[in-house]
Structures are given as structure tokens and as C-alpha cells.
């Protein structure tokens, strides 16, 4: 059965620090990798979706790598802005089964 | 404004209640899920229905139920047999049919505290 850890659970920085928030999957055979932000008592936000045969999707300041083989993923975020501060989820889509989500991680950026 | 809508927002269960949690969504989506979302821990689906009139169990429907009568509507009963029912519940819907089918789109959920 897939599981998806996220490590580390919570992370505080200073704004301007450039970071980099880890997943990782058990089993490789994945259809797509996908992060999310979640606000605190909201729903969730897609933020960048990357196909199995896909290495990185980029989108503004984010910048997410899959590496299949390795069973990880890593979402970058430059320069980052008191308004990052979020919980950050990744999930995983496997061909015949449905999302499997990390447990995330907790984003302080502090001014 | 397209989007899924949850309500309500916060709803509490008295001992051996049924409660309803609803989820409408006015994207034109074929496929509607439900999560459930404790602290420390990821996302887990109770439900999903790929069209009207079908629905399939997910991980822990134990205690939950759903109907699919309706393209836009997709409400959980959480039954008094769900003993542990404290949690924060997401719905979400996707279009089926193509890699857009894999793009989820979340309603802002609802939190169910017991009395």
C-alpha cells in the first residue's frame, strides 16, 4: 500500500529565505504527483501538478521536481513571503487507485 | 462564481445523531470524493462518485454514507455509527476522463465536533 511521508512536519523561517519542503512515496509506480496548500480550517489549493514523466513543473516562485525512481519529491520556494505561511500537502495518484496525501508540513515565514 | 460549496461551515453531533454534511458544485464535474482530515495526518477518502447514481467505498467508509442523486450534489451522512466522528471533512469534484480527471478541486470544508 502507498504511503506518502512529508518531512518535517512544521518549518519556520525568516521571510526572504529560499526553502525547500520534502515528500517522499513508497511505491514508484505513481500517474502523477501533485502539492497542495491548505490554509488553516480551509480547503485545499492545487499548486503544481507534475505527470510521472515529467521531472519539474514551475509556477511563479515554486518549483516542484519528481524523481520517480527515488520515490521523492521536493517543492522550492524562493524568496519567501510571510503570506507562504500555510500548511503544504503532497499527494500522490496512482493508475488504479485513488490520492494518497502526506500528513504536510507546517510553514511559519516570520517578517 | 463556479466552485464547490460545503455547509455548514462548523456542525455538532449529540450522541447516537445523524448528521448530514452537504457539498454542491456547480463546475459541471462527473466525479465528487469525500475526505476526512485529522491532525497529523493526511487526508484519508470515505467516498467518491465517478457519476450520478454510483458511488464507491474509499479507506474508511465504516460509519459514513452518501447518495449521488444529483451531477451537482454529493452529501455525507455521518451515522451514529461512526464512533470517532471529530474531524475535518473536504469534498472535492474532478472532471472525468483525461489527465484533467487527476486535477481535484476542494470545497473549504466543515468541521464536526461531537457534543
Known amino acids: 500500500k502507498q504511503e506518502v511521508t512529508q518531512i518535517p512536519a512544521a518549518l519556520s523561517v525568516p521571510e526572504g529565505e529560499n526553502l525547500v519542503l520534502n515528500c517522499s512515496f513508497t511505491d514508484s509506480a505513481i500517474y502523477n504527483l501533485q502539492w497542495f496548500r491548505q490554509d488553516p480550517g480551509k480547503g485545499l489549493t492545487s499548486l503544481l501538478l507534475?505527470?510521472?514523466?515529467?521531472r519539474e513543473q514551475t509556477s511563479g516562485r515554486l518549483n516542484a521536481s519528481l524523481d520517480k525512481s527515488s520515490g521523492r519529491s521536493t517543492l522550492y520556494i524562493a524568496a519567501s513571503q510571510p503570506g507562504d505561511s500555510a500548511t503544504y500537502l503532497c499527494?500522490?495518484?496512482?493508475?488504479?487507485?485513488?490520492?494518497?496525501f502526506g500528513a504536510g508540513t507546517r510553514l511559519t515565514v516570520k517578517p | 462564481d463556479g466552485g464547490i460549496t460545503q455547509s455548514p461551515k462548523y456542525l455538532f453531533r449529540k450522541e447516537g445523531q445523524n448528521v448530514t454534511l452537504s457539498c454542491e458544485q456547480n463546475l459541471n464535474h462527473d466525479a465528487m470524493y469525500w475526505y476526512r482530515q485529522d491532525p497529523g495526518q493526511g487526508l484519508r477518502l470515505i467516498y467518491y462518485?465517478?457519476?450520478?447514481?454510483?458511488?464507491q467505498k474509499g479507506d474508511i467508509a465504516e460509519g459514513y454514507s452518501v447518495s449521488r442523486e444529483k451531477k451537482e450534489s454529493f452529501p455525507l451522512t455521518v451515522t451514529s455509527a461512526q464512533k470517532n466522528p471529530t474531524a475535518f471533512y473536504l469534498c472535492?469534484?474532478?472532471?472525468?476522463?483525461?489527465?484533467?480527471?487527476?486535477?481535484?478541486?476542494f470545497g473549504a470544508g466543515t468541521r464536526l465536533s461531537v457534543l
Open positions: 499527494a500522490v495518484k496512482e493508475f488504479f487507485n485513488d490520492m494518497r
Open positions: 462518485s465517478q457519476i450520478v447514481n454510483d458511488f
Open positions: 472535492a469534484s474532478s472532471i472525468s476522463g483525461g489527465e484533467a480527471k487527476n486535477i481535484q478541486y
Open positions: 507534475i505527470q510521472s514523466s515529467q
